[in-house]
């Protein structure tokens, strides 16, 4: 639903669904959490003098009950708004622990007032995603900014004043001078200057102070005065600006950054040029990017002086860098703290086959470590603000000490100099083993003489050619050379800069798209989406009058975008008709890369357009646009109103018109033009293209419409792949193979193939189930004459198939049951499924191979040389849910008791010191692990010390597990089949539509701590249980069963 509609004189600054926590009183509890739609309005064009923002709700979205909030509260100069992600802050506030994770915030209008006053003006609230809460939290911020602005403007204020006499106009006092109630006319205080221009000193005496500012304008806004008014700022506007901006706190150091990075991002999806599929990923990518890079700068504790909040940080940021994909990069923010503020980088980590890469972004202070080149034309230097450090090798990169190296400067305070200095002579040059100059190629073709030095995407080009031809070698150099650009002379206090340029090279290294689009893409296109937003404020200019500050920030703007795009219009002038013509084919049919249609012509003689003429000329007509607004704008400003004809009287009108001449007569005597525009006309104004044949006609209207999307490809499915039954343990291989092939399709096609998690779970409940066998006890006697998996002899090759399909299988089942609501009937089925999951597992651990079994299985069967027992795993609390399972078929309940066998019966055959994985016991490293691990090592020579013994289990040493990957996969198996077992459904993961990648688990050890493992975008537990825990004790139950009064399931 649409915004809104505002009341008259005031305007949104945010609106939306929010969760807010009801209030402690008579008639409630307080735990209650109630939807409400929440508006959060400032003072408009036409607002009163000293009008403040306010936030308000109702229980509907509908403009009717807007107007009728069921709650208001006045954001004032004291209020607050604070993020809940800590333990201290819920309890700050009577929130339980337990709510960790969630995307909460609290308001506060009169903080430091009675209790009383503070609950009613207090509001808990909670988003729906983490965009939502930075997008809030933000606007709140600029609210309770520009409340106390509005504050300082009163009597005693601070600010900065005004030269401006007190000027009358329209019957009201404007300026320095107010009304008293007898009509007499008293000095006030001076007005503060508001706004962007005004704290970067770009304000005029022109225009005075009858001229109404537009403070919600997009010139306004401190990234658009960064990023097309950089020109006109002086180096005393630098300090002011960032204080003002960094709340002059080290705590505010990476605040800009979540705004500029959100309306980076919002630009670039508004981008007016032709895309190509791969600049659209790009672009998409980009954004994304930004978008996260904003989540993570407004959760990042920068100069907390937290050690707690430091290593909950790392870990969020290792984390991350691991989740990467292959080819994919993430954006992270960066930079250091001083007691005043601070200064942010951006880190733009990209994922390779074999290492990884780290582009450093920095546009302000630290560039004297970036390459730098003279520049005679501007009498200054040059610098290179993208950084690329290659060949880091990821055991490197996700080290965590590494990273609380490279972020101790941002979150501990201290020297500027001393913090830059650590980051990029000590710290990066690490990363990749040499000093960081020797990262940056230097390539010969340069500009005056200077060499190019290589770009962000030299790299990602040859990755994806293998190579670069030799004839095209001095193309390739200039395509490539990274842009050298001044220095901002505003400093980027706004960090806009700094998000366009990290936006650029992270365009720049995606592939099917060269530099030169990049740069045109974000560099031009962002600019020009800016101008465009400008244009349609200039339209809703209060007074049809603008002051000399904004008119001289949109003329240095459109000069801003004029030169971004001059470049791309000199490389169209220089291009060939061939290649003018083949580009204007190539946008019509949007197939391509603009500026990779040669059509023949050499690129070594001259650069290839990467901008299409159509774009260009809508460049020209936004620039001539705003110009001509502002000119017009500017007018009444500087010169009187034109005079009018004066009128002619009736009765001497024969006298004194007969005298004048023809064309005075008709002058005089001609009617003032009526320059109204009839109603209708105005609720439809492009209805008379519909009529004209000059522009088309009906037909163009029909082509606005463009092309039809594609239907999407829907592959077919076949489930009956799957056999009913299965013979040998081959045929067994095969059934689990055709079901990850079917589970692997209807995953991917989730979005156009109706019920596909209930069918993916379906399809795996009977497979575990139904299809294949269960496996006969450890201690049975026919065991190895009667037992399918027992009774036979394989190869290896088929045991390791059989353990891969069953990871997938894992992967599927875990990720789509827990995207399922749960009923008692379909948790017994995932329950038993997992189970059933879980035996299976073992006894194909225990298979006997004939050629080259494997020494950790052997060891594991206990069939390994030497003196030595079996090992396995209790089923933990499965004995007690087994009792409340609900089945409605025979064939369920009886796998239930093969499968129940089965764990007694291996139980049974173990010693206490050969049981492993007892994960419901705690998450220590246990005696059976450490036995297994041990006799493993022994026989095969690996480093067998108590300290390393830990890390092969979790997979951070790697040279057991890249050998023997069984012990991985048994790993998490058990993990997950005991993890399901939970009294509450609070240590689930949320109910969601989960990928299978999502269910990847992600081991980590700490010594003391014990062993961390994550999955499902959280830390994932196993709820503590102990043998013989069964509720039975004292009556009435005190044990694990009874914790939900007779098990989870039987509260269902």
Not at 24 to 47: C, D, E, H, Q
């Amino acid at each position: 639903m649409p915004p809104p509609t505002p009341p008259h004189g005031e305007k949104v600054l945010s609106s939306g669904w929010l969760s807010k926590k009801a209030r402690t009183n008579a008639f409630s509890s307080g735990k209650a959490w109630n939807r409400r739609y929440f508006v959060l309005a400032g003072p408009g064009p036409g607002a009163r003098r000293g009008t403040l923002p306010s936030l308000r709700y109702s229980t509907s979205d509908a403009p009717g009950h807007v107007s009728q909030p069921r709650g208001e509260v006045f954001v004032g100069p004291t209020s607050s708004v604070r993020v809940l992600d800590t333990e201290d802050s819920l309890v700050a506030f009577d929130l339980p622990p337990k709510l960790i994770g969630k995307r909460l915030f609290v308001f506060q209008a009169k903080p430091g007032t009675s209790d009383s006053v503070s609950s009613k003006t207090t509001f808990v609230l909670e988003c729906e995603s983490a965009g939502a809460l930075q997008l809030w939290v933000a606007a709140i911020a600029e609210a309770i900014s520009l409340a106390k602005k509005i504050g300082t403007a009163g009597v005693g204020g601070q600010g900065v004043m005004s030269n401006a006499h007190p000027v009358r106009y329209n019957g009201e006092l404007g300026g320095a001078a107010e009304s008293a109630a007898d009509g007499s006319t008293i000095d006030a205080p001076r007005r503060e200057f508001m706004g962007a221009l005004e704290r970067a000193g770009l304000v005029g005496p022109l225009g005075g102070p009858a001229i109404r500012n537009v403070p919600n304008a997009v010139w306004e806004t401190p990234g658009f005065v960064d990023m097309m008014c950089d020109s006109l700022l002086t180096k005393q506007a630098v300090e002011r600006r960032r204080l003002a901006l960094a709340t002059g706190t080290a705590e505010g150091a990476l605040r800009p950054l979540v705004r500029s990075a959100t309306d980076v991002g919002r630009s670039l999806g508004q981008l007016q040029m032709s895309l190509s599929q791969a600049e659209a990923d790009a672009v998409g990518d980009a954004r994304q990017g930004l978008v996260g890079l904003g989540d993570l700068a407004l959760a990042c504790p920068c100069g907390s002086k937290n050690n707690k909040k430091f290593l909950a940080w790392i870990e969020e940021v290792v984390d991350r860098v691991r989740n990467t994909p292959v080819g994919s990069s993430l954006l992270l923010p960066g930079g250091w703290c001083t007691k005043t503020g601070g200064h942010a980088l951006v880190y733009a980590v990209r994922r390779h086959q074999t290492h990884y890469s780290l582009a450093v972004t920095n546009c302000g202070d630290g560039l004297e470590y970036h390459p730098i080149a003279a520049d005679p034309l501007l009498d200054g230097f040059k610098y290179m603000h993208t950084v690329l450090l290659e060949d880091i090798d990821p055991g490197t990169l996700l080290d965590a000490s590494l990273w609380a190296l490279l972020y101790r400067p941002l979150i501990f305070p201290g020297p500027g100099k001393k913090q830059s200095e650590t980051i990029y002579t000590k710290v990066l040059p690490f990363l990749n083993k040499r000093p960081l100059m020797a990262s940056v190629g230097v390539a010969g073709g340069g500009t005056n003489g200077v060499g190019s030095v290589s770009s962000v995407g030299s790299s990602n080009a040859t990755d994806r050619t293998g190579g670069d031809s030799a004839s095209h070698s001095h193309a390739a150099n200039n395509d490539r050379a990274t842009p050298l650009t001044a220095k901002a002379r505003g400093g980027d206090a706004s960090c806009a800069r700094l998000a366009l340029e990290a936006a650029r090279a992270l365009v720049a290294t995606s592939p099917g798209v060269s530099p030169r689009r990049a740069d045109a893409l974000v560099e031009m296109g962002v600019r020009h989406v800016l101008l465009e937003s400008a244009l349609q404020d200039l339209s809703s200019v209060p007074g049809e009058r603008l002051a000399a500050a904004p008119a001289a920030a949109l003329e240095c703007a459109c000069r801003s975008l004029s030169s971004a795009a001059g470049k791309h219009a000199d490389a169209m002038a220089d291009a060939s008709p061939e290649v003018t013509l083949a580009m204007a084919g190539a946008m019509g049919k949007q197939s391509g890369v603009i500026g990779e249609q040669s059509g023949g012509v050499s690129a070594a003689h001259s650069p290839l357009p990467a901008v299409d003429p159509e774009t260009l000329a809508r460049v020209i007509r936004c620039v001539e646009g705003v110009l001509t607004r502002v000119s017009v704008l500017r007018k009444p400003a500087l010169l009187p109103p034109p005079l009018l004809p004066a009128p002619v009287e009736e009765e001497d009108a024969s006298a004194g018109v007969n005298d004048l001449r023809k064309s005075d007569r008709e002058a005089v005597t001609s009617p003032v033009p009526d320059t109204r525009t009839p109603l209708m006309a105005c609720a439809s104004p492009l209805f008379g293209r519909l009529a004209i044949g000059a522009d088309g006609g009906e037909a163009h209207v029909e082509t606005l419409a463009g092309a039809s999307q594609p239907p999407p490809i829907i592959r077919p499915v076949e489930m009956t792949s799957v056999p009913d039954s299965v013979a040998t343990v081959e045929e067994a291989s095969g059934a689990m193979r055709a079901a990850t092939h079917v589970c692997l399709l209807l995953a991917n096609q989730s979005e156009v193939l109706p019920n596909t998690f209930a069918l993916r779970a379906s399809l795996l409940v009977h497979l575990f189930c139904s299809v294949l066998p269960a496996p006969l006890p450890m201690n049975h006697p026919h065991r190895n004459q009667n037992c399918f998996w027992a009774s036979t002899t394989v190869r290896y090759e088929t045991q390791a198939e059989l353990l891969r399909c069953l990871r997938l299988l894992l992967a599927h089942f875990s990720s789509t049951t827990l995207s399922l609501s749960a009923t008692r009937s379909f948790d017994a089925a995932r329950l038993l499924s997992m189970a059933s999951l879980a035996s299976i597992a073992d006894a194909v651990l225990r298979l006997r191979v004939t050629d080259h079994p494997s020494v950790f299985c052997e060891h594991y069967a206990g069939t390994a040389d030497g003196p030595c027992l079996p090992f396995g795993f209790e089923m933990g609390p499965f004995v007690v849910e087994a009792e409340y399972l609900r089945f409605h078929c025979p064939e369920r309940t009886a796998r239930l008791t093969q499968t129940l066998d089965y764990f007694h019966g291996m139980r049974a055959s173990l010693t206490e010191s050969h049981v492993v994985f007892r994960w419901e016991r705690g998450n220590k490293f246990g005696d059976g692990e450490k036995r297994l691990l041990s006799q493993v090592c022994l026989q095969m020579g690996f480093p067998m010390e108590d300290d390393e013994l830990p890390f092969y289990l979790s997979g951070e040493s790697r040279e057991l597990s890249d050998n023997y990957p069984e012990l991985l996969v048994m790993r998490d198996i058990v993990f997950m089949f005991k993890a399901l077992m939970t009294p509450t459904s609070d240590a689930l993961p949320e109910l969601r539509k989960w990928r299978p990648r999502d269910a990847a688990l992600f081991w980590k050890y700490k010594p003391g701590e014990g062993f961390h493992a994550h999955g499902f975008a959280r830390k994932l537990e196993v709820t503590p249980w102990k043998e013989g825990d069964s509720g039975d004790k004292g009556g009435a139950g005190s044990g694990w069963r009874s914790a939900m009064g007779g098990g989870f399931l039987a509260s269902l």
